[in-house]
């Protein structure tokens, strides 16, 4: 059997670019719908979420350094819930990762608008274009993907934050333009907290990258906490610095804010730097997202959930078939989805995001007390306690973004677990037709090591 383990080649600094990547997107496209949520305000809602994820960070990442294995979420979930209910969170988890893709897309057309006005087909060719062009280096060496990961994530913070502090200090930032803090008061602000549970997801990429990790898993932690810090930079800075500049009314009325407010202060040169630098951190979003697709899949192939093709890796390491199909869907759903799909994104991310977590923390839980044999190089203290307010925090995460969803949104995630139950219904069709070779096989410590391959 052609070996199908993942290799080691990325760092530290990598893991935290590959985490953040995922969570910071085009900001200067999204910020206009966290002031239209709660005015400058946002920024408390924004770190008020943040606190309340770290504990999931937390539990994360004793998961993830106990099973530091590609299908993350899926195998922890199997081992203390059944393989069913695996299937179930790696479904949820797919949806996360596909929903990126014209995110991702249509942050970069509008950034392009500024600088030069295109149609709504030249946005889909271009975004096409990009996307087919990941496709080939998805399938390169890993490393190659990571230092470019590693240069266009930490250049884009060194510009984000240094254009926020040109602001400020511009001498037009006004501390009466972000007052009252809450546009919508109370409300406003505990929206906010769920609504942007979106902004972080991300941190959730490194479960499925962890197999490629090559530094201590112990530390994985700080990939976690590192990832989300500088997310909340970024945010956090972007909403203070261009909301003293230009206060609620102009940003509701603008396209695209942070260039715009460059261009206000006579700094044309900054707001050309502002765009290219985020186009640049949503190829980085894509890659996050794109790189975690094709290795859950991988994770769920070895578990007997999907077909075998999934475990098919390249002579670079890469899963070939499963960067195949993540990259048929992201040009599928960027091309063919309609543009109020993107109206949806907020509370489906919300909901599901929301399911996900709270299986992992249950997983968590019971996993603690069904298998406290198993090493775990990094161990949460007061585990249960955190692991109580997780399953907590996930339900307050799961109930505000549902009652945020409209028909739309309802249709997509039905359809979408429609899907889902077609895909689950033929493992179980084949494990009756074919049990010796799709016999349903769980992932842990104790058989990890066994060849999960199924030979046609």
């Not at 009466?176 to 997801?201: C, D, E, H, Q, S």
């Amino acid at each position: 059997m052609e070996n199908n383990n993942l290799r080691k080649t990325i760092t530290l600094p990598g893991m935290i670019a590959m985490a953040a990547g995922g969570m910071v997107a085009a900001w200067m496209v999204e910020i206009k719908y966290w002031f239209e949520i709660g005015g400058a305000g946002s920024v408390w809602s924004l770190i008020t979420c943040a606190v309340l994820v770290l504990p999931l960070c937390f539990i994360y990442s004793e998961m993830t350094s106990m099973m530091p294995y590609a299908g993350g979420q899926n195998l922890w979930v199997s081992n203390a819930l059944g393989w069913n209910t695996g299937f179930c969170a790696c479904w949820l988890i797919m949806l996360l990762y596909v929903m990126a893709m014209p995110t991702v897309a249509y942050g970069i057309a509008s950034m392009l608008g500024y600088l030069y006005p295109i149609t709504s087909l030249q946005t889909k060719i271009i975004a096409t274009v990009i996307l087919v062009a990941w496709y080939f280096l998805t399938n390169s060496e890993l490393k190659i993907l990571a230092r470019m990961q590693n240069i266009l994530f930490w250049s884009t913070l060194v510009v984000a934050v240094g254009a926020d502090i040109i602001f400020i200090v511009s001498g037009r930032w006004s501390y009466g333009n972000i007052t009252p803090w809450f546009r919508y008061g109370t409300t406003g602000y505990t929206a906010g907290i769920g609504l942007l549970i979106m902004k972080f997801v991300g941190f959730d990429l490194i479960p499925q990258l962890s197999e490629e990790a090559n530094f201590p898993k112990k530390d994985l932690w700080k990939a976690f906490v590192g990832s989300i810090g500088c997310t909340v930079l970024i945010y956090g800075l972007a909403i203070v610095a261009v909301g003293g500049v230009v206060g609620n009314q102009w940003i509701d009325e603008t396209d695209i804010v942070d260039p715009r407010v460059a261009d206000l202060l006579g700094m044309h040169w900054l707001g050309l730097i502002i765009v290219i630098m985020g186009a640049l951190t949503c190829i980085t979003t894509l890659s996050s997202f794109w790189l975690s697709a094709s290795r859950i899949l991988l994770g769920a192939a070895k578990q007997h959930q999907m077909t075998p093709k999934f475990m098919e890796l390249n002579k670079h390491g890469q899963p070939a078939f499963g960067n195949l199909i993540v990259g048929i869907l992201s040009i599928y759903f960027t091309v063919f989805a309609p543009e109020a799909w993107v109206n949806y994104i907020y509370t489906i991310y919300g909901v599901t995001a929301g399911l996900v977590y709270l299986l992992v923390t249950i997983s968590f839980l019971r996993l603690r007390k069904t298998h406290p044999e198993w090493d775990r190089p990094y161990k949460l203290r007061g585990g249960a306690f955190w692991g109580v307010f997780g399953v907590c925090f996930c339900v307050w995460v799961i109930y505000t973004n549902a009652l945020a969803m409209n028909l739309g949104a309802w249709v997509v995630l039905a359809v979408y677990a429609a899907l889902g139950v077609i895909f689950w219904g033929y493992a179980k069709y084949r494990q009756r037709s074919d049990p010796e070779r799709w016999a349903p096989v769980v992932i842990s410590p104790d058989t990890v090591d066994r060849d999960y391959s199924l030979e046609e």
